[in-house]
């Protein structure tokens, strides 16, 4: 099926692990997003990019790296979790007239 | 920096009644605006937009907003809503400062509540 999807849905990990959160699009969208979800914030950017191999900071990057090797994939990566990544993290792509079509999302807990 | 002040954060409302959620940007550049409509536990969907040309558009679900320039206003109406309209409703603006590469600055939200 066409669409973005991510996975896992739901992880639960502890204080100091690394975690991979993956997203996959078919549309070969070029622009690709992270966002979180938190309580009292709304939904704040991590990080996005514009093709394979160029990414950029969004407004709250600290604590994730991001990689893509191919344009379907956008892996957000936790490098050592922390209790405030405790989140809703939503990937999205970018139509040419700017619409972003989001996946269904990732609920990671850090204990 | 660019921002969406979304003006209510919870709006009740009685079924087949009228609703408008509103939602303000600043911004002195050319702006895109979006409503995005979230349902518990799902992702973010697009109920419409705004690049250029009529001030009026249409969305899905029977939803409308119209773009003021004047008063940078965004404001999403339904004439009358049904109990599946309970959701968490986003205003969102992409372009301009701190958003040129097409990423959405987004609003904290607002949930919206049909009652029987």
């Known amino acids: 099926d066409a669409g973005i999807t991510q996975s896992p849905r739901y992880k639960i990990t502890e204080t100091g692990r690394q975690v991979t959160l993956m997203c996959h699009q078919t549309w070969s969208h070029s622009y690709m997003f992270w966002y979180r979800q938190d309580l009292g914030h709304g939904l704040r950017l991590i990080y996005y990019?514009?093709?394979?191999?160029?990414?950029d900071k969004g407004e709250v990057p600290d604590g994730y790296v991001v990689s893509r090797s191919k344009t379907e994939n956008f892996p957000l990566t936790l490098e050592s979790a922390t209790r405030s990544q405790t989140s809703v993290y939503f990937c999205?792509?970018?139509?040419?007239?700017?619409?972003?079509?989001f996946g269904p999302g990732t609920r990671l807990t850090v204990t | 920096a660019q921002s969406v002040t979304q003006l209510d954060s919870q709006v009740p409302v009685f079924e087949e009644a009228p609703v408008e959620l509103r939602c303000n940007y600043s911004?002195?550049?050319?702006?895109?605006l979006f409503w995005y409509v979230q349902y518990p536990n799902q992702g973010l969907q697009l109920l419409l937009k705004?690049?250029?040309?009529?001030?009026l558009v249409k969305g899905i679900n029977g939803f409308e907003a119209e773009f003021n320039k004047s008063q940078t206003s965004f404001h999403l109406r339904k004439p009358s809503v049904h109990i599946s309209d309970t959701a968490e409703y986003f205003c969102a603006v992409s372009g301009g400062y701190g958003g040129s590469q097409g990423n959405l600055i987004f609003g904290k939200g607002t949930k919206l509540s049909v009652k029987p």
């Open positions: 705004y690049l250029s040309g009529s001030t």
């Open positions: 999205a792509s970018r139509t040419p007239s700017y619409e972003q079509y």
């Open positions: 990019s514009a093709a394979a191999d160029i990414t």
């Open positions: 911004s002195s550049v050319s702006v895109y």
